[in-house]
């Protein structure tokens, strides 16, 4: 059936096929390699220690290996199989407490090991808890025999290889045996579901006592010849971006996390980070080992698209340790399948698509089962076969699965030898409820109340009996300890519902009640308690066998028919303002006397953005907060990305107050600050490459030198005494400070070519109409848009800023501002008017040339083909000409104003939320609908502008950064309108995905013929901006309104949407020759009713 009967052939396989070939590189800071074993050294140096281990142990002792990831830990893991004995891989106890010893007695007691392999410091507490009855030595203290000294084991695929603990537990741990001929089913079942060989390579921080990280990340990669990257899991917690710099930089194909991690990853790597990565290699991205959520998935796949991410790369999965590890996979060309449910027909037990206006709750699917083996749902109480919407067990079948418990005959025959009714095959019962997709199997919740947080199993019973065995002040036996997942953090959070002791009804000991729950919870389970909730006595449901009723609770909780005495936790409130980093430094450095309260206003928020459900207590720690590992990680990422603030996490974890923390902020950013970073591309008369944008609209101008398709006029209604000197001093500040404003451009012989100008003032060209009747004012009005609208801006010799100020009277004035769109775009405008309103900081380090600089660089040959690749494959076969419906009479282009209330807007959001879309997505599927009944075309091509702003450092820059993306339209088939929006939805994601590739570089992969009037790929687009803040005071007076013009150009239909506080604020723009007026009317009709409608 396979190839190898055992694991020593595996390794003598590679030894002698490829000896020289690295097999692990080890890396010590996550990212530079510290050492490396080739596949010769690894059998050699295993069988050395598998001698040493032969001169004291017999075959079959146990061995508890409690290292940390090492090429230590590989060695001695394969020198206990090269040696017939069994390795138990166990968690390092991270202190000499009780209740972290005591995890290890159990094992010790369950297991009888004749050795325990662990690192010195470790040594002499462990030979404390064992007295004596065990050995306790380093991997050095083995010795290191010759190899030769080795005797091969009588062992075959029956003899047990390694007992695998069920993590969590106390009070009765469970040993997996997995036997050989289970670990080589295992490996080979991932070898082929993932395609694993010798040219990719693994990168692996997860822990190697956890099966994912021992069998997905070590064991696989030495079974197919591929080169595995280890890094300790501290690394990974500590600063989480060298998991992804060391995929960037070793070419990394394959790696397997949980959903945390990716949720980790997408709050705390920097857009300054992403700009450097590489992640195109990443060919499978496992998401497993914890309950995954669809909003991870998707917003990893977004976030990391810009460093070359394939969407195709995230992989869900699911496992078992008891089956060894791998379940079900998804292959590298599915995309994650993410199902609406019915929450209704859910409750039933059954699994229904949710219709459009149903409440429904999102599950992903984890993938298919393998070759050999197979998944049936089956009812937990009768054992039969469950009905195709019915949601059962899961059990499995097949030859990954383990066939026994170590000494546990009972939980054995519970576990491994379940029946279906009418068949007398043995199946493996999960634990977990789900139901099969299409194939994939969709795990929906677990049978039993195990807790899943972080990617680790705990037991609810440990949780509460470490509160009161801690805690009198709460009923013993009268405690429900459950999780759920929570939207808002992305993860399952941890929930408490406990009756407090009458005394501790009072509310004044509800905070110390509070904090030694927190504190009782860290010390027997290393995490934090997301939501406390004491209710009245009597309160918690229980079965009628006299237990808790965890579930029972759960759903009491979510349907509010608990009697709630108090709670710590749930949605904390927003604070009321919000300091910036910026207005943080300001105040340190302005007023002693509100520093110290901005510091910990500071803090505060900083913290309610890491968990929204922390009542930010300053007399307390951080981790008497309720903050676990992975959040004070998370912490301390911002305090870097934000403020510049190094600290070790290890430091975080200390008794110190958050009153403390905010004393130490204080002082931190008292210390002088640092010289701000020069603009890397300096203000002189050198020439510049232009951006990829900036080239397309300079070859249009070469087409048509007196185009003025793409003036910008921005008009600014003004009312109150407006101080004209003070505007000027402004307009000139703006120019002076984005060299953008003051920058001409020309062909130079490395082609298009940008040069900055000195600063010169800008012209303010001021027109009193105070004598004027409102008629002749009006009428000015018009006149100066209309040139404005029709006058080039010279860009070769400039200015590229033209200023015109109308004033009706003192109190009226009408200020117009024209630029061209090569340096500038919609949240240029945002900037410009910050400035205009005098908030502005002394220097702009960052200018758009850096920009451009960085982009050249960003945009690899290699990079631009591969997504290039991907924009040919994604949109081969589409017609490239949208049919509107016939053709226009008058010429010229046009426009039509309309509204949509907010409160459309609102039920639209609230929808789109459901469906697990943006708003803009349920917009664009609403303007596809009317598109195909105006023109009856069922698949077309539409364009939506997107910021093209990667860097965080580019959000306050003016200049052209904007790129156009090509969406897909597919409404064959006549879908549901569920069916369609989940069609949307999904192209959308896609497209996003791959949203970085400058417009002219897709236009030019898929060389589509070019018509005179006709902009290439589509001539029909939806924007949207989500708000648009103005000022409310520009040098004395106050801003009425802002218009922003801008022609359709080669569009022939373009609906530009603003989302205002009044709702949507709507212009339908469109060329005379391809749309007419009425057809505007009917677009607008159809579009706004079908939005009411919905």
């Not at 065990?134 to 005797?151: C, E, F, M, N, R």
């Not at 002394?842 to 945009?859: G, I, K, N, S």
Request: aromatic share 8%.
């Amino acid at each position: 059936m396979f190839s190898f009967k055992q694991w020593i052939e595996v390794l003598e396989s590679n030894a002698r096929h490829f000896p020289e070939r690295a097999a692990l590189h080890f890396l010590p800071d996550g990212v530079e390699i510290g050492e490396t074993l080739t596949f010769s050294q690894l059998h050699e140096q295993s069988q050395s220690l598998a001698a040493a281990l032969q001169a004291r142990y017999a075959p079959g002792d146990r061995v508890l290996l409690m290292l940390p990831s090492s090429l230590d830990y590989a060695r001695a893991f394969c020198a206990c199989l090269y040696a017939g004995m069994i390795a138990v891989p166990l968690f390092p106890p991270p202190s000499r407490k009780p209740r972290h010893l005591e995890r290890v007695r159990n094992v010790v007691v369950d297991a009888e090991p004749a050795l325990i392999l662990a690192p010195a410091d470790h040594c002499e507490g462990l030979r404390e808890l064992v007295q004596g009855r065990v050995d306790v030595l380093t991997v050095q203290h083995l010795g290191t025999p010759a190899a030769s000294q080795w005797q091969r084991p009588a062992i075959d695929g029956s003899t047990v290889a390694f007992l695998q603990y069920t993590s969590g537990s106390t009070g009765s741990p469970k040993g997996v045996e997995v036997r050989q001929r289970n670990l080589i089913a295992n490996v080979e079942l991932m070898r082929q579901a993932y395609g694993f060989d010798e040219h990719g390579a693994m990168v692996n921080w997860l822990p190697l006592y956890h099966d994912m990280g021992l069998i997905g990340g070590l064991l696989a990669p030495l079974y197919s010849g591929m080169p595995c990257y280890l890094m300790a899991s501290q690394t990974f917690v500590n600063a989480p971006s060298t998991w992804l710099q060391a995929l960037s930089r070793y070419r990394g194909t394959v790696s397997f996390a949980p959903n945390f991690a990716y949720a980790l990853c997408n709050r705390v790597v920097s857009d300054n980070l992403i700009a450097q990565l590489d992640l195109s290699a990443w060919k499978h991205a496992i998401n497993g080992a914890e309950p995954i959520h669809p909003g991870t998935l998707d917003a990893f796949a977004q976030r990391f698209a810009a460093c070359g991410l394939n969407p195709l790369a995230i992989s869900p999965g699911y496992g078992q340790a008891e089956a060894t590890l791998c379940v079900s996979a998804t292959p590298a060309d599915v995309l994650p399948v993410v199902l609406r449910l019915d929450k209704a027909v859910l409750e039933t037990g059954r699994a229904a698509l949710a219709n459009a206006d149903a409440a429904a709750v999102e599950f992903v699917a984890c993938g298919f089962p393998q070759a050999l083996h197979s998944i049936a749902i089956v009812d937990p109480q009768t054992h039969e076969r469950c009905a195709a919407d019915r949601i059962g067990e899961v059990w499995l079948k097949g030859p990954s699965n383990a066939e026994s418990y170590w000494k546990n005959p009972e939980a054995t025959r519970e576990a491994f030898e379940a029946q279906i009714v009418g068949s007398s095959e043995h199946y493996l019962r999960s634990g977990d409820l789900g139901f099969m997709h299409e194939g994939q199997v969709v795990i929906c919740g677990r049978l039993k109340d195990l807790l899943i947080l972080n990617g680790r199993n705990l037991y609810p019973h440990d949780i509460e009996f470490a509160i009161t065995d801690a805690e009198p002040g709460i009923r013993t036996g009268r405690i429900a300890a459950f999780s759920e997942m929570d939207p808002v953090l992305g993860r399952e959070k941890l929930v408490i519902v406990a009756e407090p002791q009458r005394k501790f009804v009072d509310p004044a000991r509800h905070p110390a009640l509070f904090a030694s729950m927190q504190n009782a919870v860290r010390e027997a389970a290393d995490c934090g308690i997301d939501q406390i909730v004491l209710v009245e006595a009597g309160t918690i449901p229980m079965t009628t066998s006299g237990k808790i009723a965890r579930q029972g609770a759960r759903k009491q909780l979510a349907a509010g028919t608990l009697s709630i005495i108090a709670q710590s936790g749930g949605p904390a409130p927003s604070p009321r303002e919000t300091l910036d980093a910026g207005q943080l430094k300001a105040l340190v450095q302005a007023s002693k006397h509100e520093a110290q309260s901005a510091c910990r206003q500071w803090l505060a928020q900083t913290l309610h953005e890491v968990n929204p459900y922390l009542a930010v207590d300053f007399q307390q720690s951080l981790v008497g907060q309720g903050l676990d590992s992975i959040s004070v990680a998370d912490f301390a990422a911002r305090l870097h990305r934000d403020l510049g603030w190094n600290l070790d996490t290890q430091d975080l974890f200390g008794e110190q107050t958050l009153a403390q923390w905010a004393k130490a902020l204080l002082d931190f950013l008292s210390e002088p600050p640092a010289a701000e970073r020069p603009s890397t591309a300096r203000d002189n008369a050198s020439e510049h490459r232009q951006s990829f944008a900036q080239r397309r609209l300079w070859f249009l101008r070469q087409l048509n030198p007196d185009d003025t398709r793409h003036n910008l006029v921005l008009h600014l209604s003004l009312r109150g005494p407006l101080e004209i000197e003070v505007l000027a001093e402004r307009l000139s500040a703006l120019v002076n400070r984005h060299s953008v404003l003051r920058t001409v451009y020309r062909d130079g012989i490395d082609g298009p070519q940008q040069q900055v100008q000195p600063a010169t003032p800008v012209a303010l060209d001021w027109h009193d109409l105070q004598g004027q009747s409102e008629a002749q004012q009006r009428q000015a009005l018009r006149d100066a848009l209309a040139r404005e609208h029709t006058t080039p801006v010279n860009l070769t010799e400039g200015p590229l800023l033209r200023a015109q100020l109308l004033s009706r009277d003192a109190q009226q004035h009408d200020l117009l501002l024209t630029l061209h769109h090569i340096a500038f775009d919609g949240r240029s405008a945002q900037v410009l008017l910050a400035e205009l309103a005098g908030v502005a900081n002394a220097q702009q380090p960052v200018q758009y040339l850096d920009f451009a600089q960085w982009e050249a660089t960003h945009w690899s040959e290699q990079r631009i083909a591969t997504e290039q690749d991907f924009w040919r494959a994604h949109l081969a076969g589409l017609p490239q000409t949208l049919e509107l419906g016939g053709s226009g009479q008058a010429k010229g282009e046009h426009s039509l104003h309309f509204n949509v209330p907010q409160a459309t807007c609102e039920q639209l959001s609230a929808l789109a939320r459901e469906r697990g879309m943006t708003l803009f997505m349920l917009l664009l599927a609403h303007y596809q609908l009317v598109l195909k009944q105006l023109g009856g075309q069922q698949r077309f091509l539409l364009g939506t502008d997107v910021s093209g702003r990667p860097l965080a450092e580019h959000h306050d820059v003016i200049g052209f950064f904007v790129n156009q993306l090509t969406l897909r339209c597919d409404l064959h088939g006549e879908p549901t309108l569920a069916g369609f929006l989940e069609r949307v939805r999904d192209e959308a994601r896609l497209a996003y995905a791959h949203q970085g590739l400058p417009f002219d570089l897709v236009v030019s992969a898929l060389a589509p013929q070019r018509l005179p009037g006709h902009s290439p790929l589509f001539q029909v687009k939806l924007n949207y901006q989500p708000s648009r803040v103005t000022p409310a005071s520009i040098a004395g007076a106050q801003l009425d309104t802002l218009e922003v013009a801008q022609a359709p150009g080669d569009f022939h239909l373009v609906l530009d949407l603003v989302h205002g506080t009044d709702g949507l604020e709507a212009i339908l723009k469109y060329r005379g020759e391809y749309f007419d007026q009425d057809r505007a009317l009917r677009l607008q009709h159809l579009w706004t009713r079908l939005l009411e409608d919905t």
